[in-house]
């Protein structure tokens, strides 16, 4: 059974920084692209970033050079840091994963950023 855990939200200002968490249970990690997605009040969810088993980064436009994601499969990991955080960042931040056995989500981090 895979279990992904997202921890790092918080509330900051325009301009802040927040660094999210997802630490995963189970074997699937090391072996499988991870993902990172967002989903604001009364909108769909949106990917936001993957990053494969070779460390091969793709992000959406509205996030490119502000976010960074990354992983440490020793500690089955992944980390997403978050800079020159904008109003339209805050969401609900879920960590996914998939494998043979279906799609797997976190729970969620809820990122707000306000003045």
């Known amino acids: 059974q895979v279990q992904l855990v997202e921890s790092g939200g918080g509330s900051v200002q325009p301009g802040g920084s927040l660094r999210l968490s997802c630490a995963a249970s189970?074997?699937?990690?090391?072996?499988?692209?991870m993902r990172w997605y967002r989903q604001a009040p009364g909108k769909q969810r949106e990917w936001v970033t993957s990053?494969?088993?070779?460390?091969?980064?793709s992000y959406t436009d509205s996030v490119k050079g502000r976010f960074t994601i990354s992983r440490d499969d020793a500690k089955n990991t992944m980390y997403l840091q978050m800079n020159s955080l904008r109003p339209e960042d805050t969401a609900v931040y879920l960590c996914?994963?998939?494998?043979?056995?279906?799609?797997?989500w976190g729970q969620g981090t809820q990122v707000t950023v306000s003045s």
């Open positions: 996914n994963t998939a494998g043979a056995a279906g799609s797997y």
């Open positions: 990053i494969t088993i070779r460390g091969t980064t």
């Open positions: 189970g074997s699937i990690f090391s072996v499988s692209t």
